[in-house]
């Protein structure tokens, strides 16, 4: 049952890391404030993941800025088309 729980806590807290970190990255207007998100809520990842404490929060934001990256690129990459 402990065992249970840990991998319930673990899933919590990494859909935690990964809602909080794409809010953080999708929600903020204008073209600087989103890069500036992504490198804070990397971060702060990293930070969560190599402390070991919350690592799977930690993952979650890491996965929510590289994908909110990602997206940003993209955007910004087909702006540019036309």
Known sequence: MREVLGLVENVVLLLCGLVAGWVAVTFLP??????IA??????????????GTFWTAGVGFVIAAIAGAGFYIADAV?????
């Open 30 to 35: 204008g073209s600087v404030l989103p890069v």
């Open 38 to 51: 992504v490198t804070v809520v990397l971060a702060a990842g990293g930070r969560l993941l190599f402390n």
């Open 78 to 82: 087909t702006s540019l088309g036309g």
